[in-house]
């Protein structure tokens, strides 16, 4: 057969995020239903059901309040820190009850590393920030390799490499998030959450870690909580989008999923009116 | 909420619509110059078309600075890209009108076949009818109307095919041969005014349901 004469695969794709069945075909990292969490007996988040998939940026939106960072807390049980929080519900990290008696918490945060809105490194150097997570660990091999795999990674090795021992407190805040990342990428963890990463951080380091998300999204799976909504845009694949709903009789408030979908579909065609009155700026 | 990007969202709209009512003056204008063969309304279409292209302009402009400054999404997203689409569609309305009002013009000194002229009267009016409910359905989110179009849109075909027809029969006399092969060029331009019309429509369909689908398949 002739080659046709119109070659169409000429034709440039766009880059954008996985579609949802691209998504869904892959391993579930996180299987959460029917999740609530309360403190001190309020309840803060309701009814929350969704899939996280390995390989892959999720991304929380929604106004102050909904719940989000609340949600993203429970997937290393870092509500447990917190004096009168109470999960209710399941959370499977790979088919295993995250919540269940014999889980060692502490293991689960090495598997399931975190990276804070306000960057928070230790007044150590460099290199002993990165070092000290395997080091507490007793993980082997050479420290000096280690330490740079996790610079690389987090786009930091180039400008630090030749002040390994000076003060971390003495870079930039976007470089400081930054050693964060490689901070919880030393320990070789399996999920990076991220809690409004690039909220303190100015349009260049915010451009660099949303660079460095999509990078790091062919090894970790990352799920990020963000306030801002053109971030979600372009990093995550899947967004889900968390509101406040108010009891009529009480006036109490708590959170509450409204929609979980590709990116794409949340951002152009979304299907729930609050969605829609929120990602156009109407609501919240 | 969003006070300032609703009003920047009306305005552009309320320009789109404006731009519309002003070539469906050009639309009238060309179908009173056929009807009449009146050169000097031919002139009036011609000059027009400036007051036209200047309204896209400035709708492109405008839409350039919404996509920019307010970076929309969803619904908003869709209807100013809708607003663009539809924009050029009009603005091509008017290009149309003034390539009918020069054929006339170059046609003039030749002797006219009424049976022509009449077919492309009813193919103009056709099109007037045909913008006025891609408009309309445009305004009122109306799916079901800016469907519609479509089969208005055959009628304008089949009128088209009339005057090739008719044209084809001028074979042995040259210069109604001349003057046949310039309405039928008319003929095609009205025809590409009925075919953004049902563009229109389909930006219409679009816009509301966030689904691109041609109405029919022309490429077949």
């Known amino acids: 057969m002739e080659a046709p004469r119109i070659d169409s695969g000429r034709i440039a794709e766009v880059s954008h995020g996985l579609d949802r069945s691209e998504v869904e075909r892959r391993e579930k990292v996180f299987s959460v239903s029917d999740l609530s969490v309360a403190y001190h007996g309020n309840v803060a988040l309701d009814g929350v059901a969704l899939d996280v998939h390995k390989n892959t940026v999720t991304a929380f939106i929604g106004p102050s309040g909904c719940g989000k960072s609340t949600f993203i807390r429970c997937f290393n049980r870092m509500n447990d820190l917190i004096p009168g929080a109470k999960v209710a519900g399941t959370v499977l990290y790979h088919g295993q009850d995250l919540y269940a008696r014999d889980v060692d918490a502490v293991e689960i945060r090495r598997r399931i590393g975190m990276v804070f809105q306000k960057p928070n490194p230790f007044p150590k150097s460099i290199y002993d920030n990165i070092a000290f997570g395997p080091r507490v660990l007793g993980m082997r091999g050479s420290m000096d390799d280690r330490v740079e795999q996790a610079l690389r990674q987090a786009a930091l090795w180039d400008e630090v490499k030749d002040r390994l021992k000076d003060g971390a407190l003495g870079l930039s805040g976007g470089q400081q998030q930054r050693l964060c990342i490689a901070r919880a990428l030393a320990v070789n963890p399996d999920v990076i959450l991220m809690d409004e990463p690039a909220s303190a951080l100015d349009p260049i380091s915010t451009t660099r870690i949303e660079d460095l998300m999509h990078e790091l999204k062919r090894d970790y799976t990352i799920v990020i909580v963000t306030h801002n909504m053109q971030q979600a845009a372009r990093v995550a694949d899947m967004t889900a989008f968390f509101s406040v709903l108010v009891d009529d009789e009480g006036g109490r408030r708590h959170g509450i999923l409204v929609e979980y979908d590709s990116t794409t579909k949340i951002f152009t065609t979304p299907s729930d009116k609050r969605t829609e009155d929120y990602v156009t700026g109407r609501f919240g | ?220």
């Open chain 2, 1 to 220: 909420m969003r006070v300032e990007f609703q009003g920047e969202l009306d305005a552009l709209e309320a320009g789109f619509q404006e731009t519309g009512e002003i070539v469906l003056r050009s639309i009238r204008g060309v179908v009173d110059a056929l009807r009449t063969q009146d050169v000097e309304l031919c002139d009036e279409v011609i000059a027009f078309d400036d007051e036209i292209d200047d309204r896209y302009h400035a709708l492109e402009k405008q839409i350039e600075l919404v996509l920019a400054r307010q970076t929309p999404v969803a619904g908003d997203l869709r209807l100013v890209l809708a607003l663009l689409h539809s924009g050029l569609h009009v603005e091509r309305m008017g290009d149309q009108c003034v390539t009918i009002a020069k054929l006339t013009k170059l046609s003039s000194h030749l002797d006219t076949k009424q049976t022509v002229i009449e077919s492309l009267v009813d193919m103009g009016d056709r099109c007037e009818e045909m913008v006025k409910v891609s408009l309309d359905a445009f305004a009122n989110r109306d799916v079901e109307r800016a469907r519609g179009l479509h089969g208005l849109d055959e009628l304008v075909d089949r009128a088209n095919r009339q005057v090739f027809g008719e044209v084809l029969g001028y074979v042995n006399d040259p210069e109604a041969l001349e003057w046949g092969m310039r309405q039928i060029t008319a003929a095609r331009c009205f025809e590409r005014i009925g075919d953004n019309a049902v563009d229109i429509g389909e930006q219409t369909a679009f816009l509301v349901t966030g689904e691109f689908a041609e109405f029919t398949d022309a490429s077949h």
